[in-house]
């Protein structure tokens, strides 16, 4: 019987670690999910990245051809400034960033990055110089350490804490008792919204990407964890091309130029302190966002002084 149990547990063993492999590869499969519906053209060239100028010119887009999201969107990142995204939900902000990535090709109008097409260009080297911190990241059944390096699988065990440490994700990890070799994900340690973003963030400080896609959460974090994730993602955003989806205001006061989005079109554009002149859609969202913020100040402290 000893003889027999030990290869049954073997391939119990083999078993779990299949599973688990194709648990990552479902997971890869469900983020990638969207990528079979784009194909390089024939005789696509890799992208010739110079200093990475994004420019949308009168972009049309629909998910579905009966409801149009995007109705003729043109504006320019220019190489590494700052554009946010702004607007009400649904208004298409997230669109944007999908479409920049090639989730989806485009019904009318271009993008480009240095003036080349990105359709005429190979979806892999198009993607290689643009790093995504999505709303939700998606975490891989692995070590913590694994996690990071998915940024960049070459980088050493020295370059993976570095960025850890920069995405103020480091002392977390060095707190749990297997530290970088802790397992996360469905069947191991489950982060928070803010600690997954910390990662994703540690990932991009990796790849070190000269586009940069920041989404926003829309969840609620607590004020410290926001500070501490702005102050990581001002970090990696400078002197990087940068996309910013912003459901915060405050995150996007020193932005270069704020699009507002609404209806499919551009409503309004400019720096904060111009849109707020203007008295107009940007300034009632602001005043509305502040007044919720006091709002929850005022319950917080009332909560505090019971
Ligand atoms: P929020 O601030 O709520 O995140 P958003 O401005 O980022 O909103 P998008 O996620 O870009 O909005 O979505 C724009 C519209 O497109 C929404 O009405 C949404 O329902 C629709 N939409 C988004 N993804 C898909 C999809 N995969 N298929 C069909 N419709 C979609």
Redesign the pocket.
């Known amino acids: 019987l000893m003889q027999l149990s030990i290869p049954l547990n073997f391939i119990g063993f083999i078993y779990r670690e299949v599973r688990q492999g194709l648990t990552d590869i479902e997971q890869m499969f469900d983020l990638l999910d969207v990528e079979q519906e784009v194909t390089d053209k024939p005789g696509a060239k890799p992208l010739v990245i110079e200093r990475g100028t994004v420019r949308f010119d009168n972009v049309m887009f629909a998910?579905?051809p009966k409801r149009p999201?995007l109705k003729g969107v043109s504006f320019e990142v220019p190489a590494g400034k700052t554009v946010a995204i702004v607007?009400p939900?649904?208004?298409?902000?997230?669109?944007?960033s999908r479409l920049l990535y090639r989730f989806y090709d485009i019904q009318g109008g271009s993008i480009s990055i240095d003036g080349q097409d990105i359709r005429d260009v190979t979806q892999e080297s198009l993607r290689a110089v643009i790093g995504m911190v999505p709303q939700d990241t998606v975490l891989f059944n692995d070590t913590i350490a694994y996690n990071v390096r998915y940024g960049r699988i070459t980088a050493t065990e020295e370059e993976v804490r570095n960025a850890a440490d920069l995405a103020q994700i480091g002392s977390f990890i060095k707190s749990l008792p297997e530290g970088y070799d802790a397992m996360v994900g469905e069947r191991g340690l489950k982060l928070s919204g803010g600690e997954k973003q910390r990662v994703a963030i540690a990932r991009t400080i990796l790849k070190a990407p000269p586009i940069l896609i920041l989404d926003e959460a829309?969840s609620a974090l607590d004020s410290a964890t926001e500070h501490e994730i702005q102050a990581s993602l001002d970090l990696v955003s400078r002197d990087r091309t940068t996309l910013v989806?912003a459901?915060r205001l405050s995150t996007i006061i020193g932005a270069d130029e704020i699009i507002v989005?609404k209806d499919g079109v551009i409503a309004e554009r400019g720096r904060h302190a111009a849109l707020l002149a203007e008295n107009g859609l940007y300034a009632s969202m602001w005043n509305r966002q502040r007044e919720a913020t006091e709002a929850e100040e005022r319950l917080r402290k009332v909560r505090e002084e019971d």
């Not at 939900?89 to 944007?96: D, P």
């Open positions: 998910y579905d999201i607007g939900s649904g208004a298409g902000k997230s669109t944007l829309t989806i459901h989005l």
